[in-house]
């Protein structure tokens, strides 16, 4: 039974499937203190989180059964991700259930700016009829500047040219055929500062973007502008926001989000000009339908070990090249594993080369599937989020290369693992009708299916050394289902792989390993 803990308010109906799932059972409590989060944390497969739940490294660690960590909604930077990927958590979000939401809301605020409608409305209600202090702005031939043209800006920038605005966009990644497409001018940052009649952003909150607009962007600004923040609290800066607007250069500020939420009574809402609601961005009911649908589904997909799309630290796959990598996954994973049982000694590097038709594709995710089965040898808890960042910390080089000559095979996947005291190389290829061989154990040649119970056996090609192992084999009760000798030259180097019917015991490793022509033995089990 999976455990799957929601701890800020979602739709009902978006996580109905969770709800109805007899694999499931869902644990709703909201308004957590950090210390019960902490505790309801522990038993949980998976945690369901909007933008309240704090969900820092240190919940992370409570949650020593978490697989997955969902999102309901875009902005992931109350999940500690570094931590999450580390422990080798899935963390998932839903980034196009509340985009429309989103930019409506953006787009409400900037007519209530223009318009001063949520001050016109309390005058109004308090008895008042102040018609000469309210008096606004048109949108009609203004400019709109939007930093970050992702989807809620781009929703928002079709709104704003439907109001007959000019929208002047700064994006990092917006091309130019992308902007003439959408419709808007692309621009610089300073650009965007510096002509804007209104400023609304529309990024992530992440290192770079955190103060983006600072004291320095406000003096740059035309007098009498207005912002907007429906993304995250800490994008402008707060105190510089203040400041502008005390000595006039803004003239109107609208914030859904701030640096802490919730603000209580912040400064800034002691300015006339600046208007308020609390992070409503995605609260409607269609996002938050949307949202925890998309979530749900995610995070039922990753526990119940199905493929899944959103992942937050894992790169995104596109489905074409998912299909085209999916018969080699198993493949892929068991080389690893028995390359890096085969090895001896303190691993120090993994260098897998894709020859033939693999060479012609993106095979990034097969590399970490096999860097997965690696190092699942050397350390426990690990899977494909955090097998690269494992192999970083512990100062483990990993190489891909790619190689278009076929040797006869239509495909290789080739791995080689090099060690403090050695290296060993494992070439495999699906081979038609047949599923996944080995077909290269360093230079021998063999055919070997990676599964089960094998024995590797380095040996002196000697007369007699066949013979004797299975003599030895058969006294300890263990069955020989199939074998393969591989050798360069008579007499010289040679090996043998054993394809054995159950788990070797110790005392049989050290049986064959008083063979004189013996080298090594090595058990691999897959
Ligand atoms: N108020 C609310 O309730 C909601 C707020 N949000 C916030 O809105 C943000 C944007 O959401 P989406 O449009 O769905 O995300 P998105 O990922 O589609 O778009 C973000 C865009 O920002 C751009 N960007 C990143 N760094 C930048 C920089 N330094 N300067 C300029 N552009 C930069 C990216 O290239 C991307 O195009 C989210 O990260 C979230 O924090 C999202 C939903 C609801
Ligand atoms: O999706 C986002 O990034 C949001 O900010 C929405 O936040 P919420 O789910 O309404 O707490």
């Not at 739940?53 to 978490?66: D, F, M, N, W, Y």
């Not at 953006?106 to 309210?134: C, D, H």
């Not at 390993?513 to 058990?523: G, M, N, P, S």
Request: hydrophobic share 40%.
């Amino acid at each position: 039974m999976h455990r799957v803990l929601i701890t800020d308010p979602l739709s009902n109906h978006g996580i109905e499937q969770l709800l109805q799932a007899e694999d499931v059972e869902v644990i709703q409590k909201t308004d957590l203190t950090p210390e019960q989060l902490l505790e309801e944390v522990k038993e949980a497969d998976a945690l369901l989180v909007r933008s309240q739940t704090q969900v820092t490294a240190e919940v992370i660690a409570a949650g020593k059964r978490l697989q997955a960590i969902g999102r309901a909604g875009v902005g992931v930077d109350n999940i500690d991700i570094p931590a999450a990927t580390s422990r080798g958590i899935v963390v998932v979000n839903a980034p196009d259930g509340n985009t429309v939401s989103t930019a409506e809301h953006t787009f409400a605020m900037l007519i209530s700016l223009a318009r001063n409608i949520p001050q016109g409305y309390r005058s109004t209600v308090q008895g008042e009829w102040n018609r000469k202090q309210f008096v606004g702005v048109e949108l009609n031939k203004k400019t709109l500047g939007i930093v970050g043209l992702g989807r809620i800006g781009t929703e928002l920038s079709k709104r704003a040219r439907a109001f007959h605005m000019k929208v002047l966009a700064f994006d990092p990644y917006l091309t130019q055929e992308r902007a003439q497409k959408i419709g808007v001018t692309q621009a610089t940052l300073d650009e965007v500062i510096a002509q804007s009649d209104f400023i609304t952003v529309h990024t992530p909150l992440t290192k770079e973007t955190r103060h983006l607009i600072n004291r320095d962007a406000f003096n740059r600004m035309k007098d009498g502008v207005r912002v907007i923040n429906c993304a995250r609290g800490g994008i402008i800066d707060e105190e510089a926001l203040a400041e502008a607007i005390r000595k006039g250069k803004v003239a109107g500020a609208a914030l859904d989000v701030f640096e802490t939420e919730p603000p209580g009574h912040h400064p800034l809402f002691d300015f006339p000009q600046v208007i308020a609601t609390p992070h409503l961005g995605a609260s409607t009911r269609e996002a938050q339908e949307n949202v925890a649908i998309d979530v749900a589904g995610e995070v039922l997909h990753i526990l119940r070990g199905e493929p899944f799309k959103n992942a937050v630290n894992l790169p995104s796959i596109p489905a074409e090249l998912q299909e085209k990598l999916r018969p080699y996954q198993t493949m892929a994973e068991k080389l690893g594993s028995f390359a890096s049982q085969a090895a001896e000694g303190a691993l120090q590097e993994v260098t897998v080369s894709f020859s033939g038709e693999l060479a012609e594709w993106d095979t990034a995710p097969l590399t970490r599937i096999i860097l997965k089965g690696v190092l699942s040898h050397y350390l426990s808890d690990v899977n494909y989020v955090n097998a690269p960042h494992l192999a970083k910390e512990r100062g483990v080089k990993v190489t891909e290369q790619k190689i278009s000559k076929r040797h006869g095979f239509t495909h290789l996947i080739r791995i080689h693992i090099a060690t403090d005291t050695g290296e060993i190389a494992i070439t495999g290829a699906l081979l038609n009708g047949l599923g996944p061989r080995i077909v290269r154990i360093d230079e021998y040649s063999v055919d070997v299916e990676p599964a089960g119970h094998q024995l590797l056996i380095q040996h002196h090609d000697r007369p007699g050394a066949i013979g004797r192992v299975g003599t030895i084999l058969g006294d300890h009760d263990v069955n020989i289902a199939a074998m393969q000798v591989g050798r360069r030259d008579i007499g010289g180097r040679a090996i043998m792989m054993l394809h054995v019917d159950k788990a070797v015991p110790e005392a049989l490793l050290e049986a064959l390993e008083q063979l004189d022509e013996i080298h090594r033995v090595t058990a691999i089990d897959l």
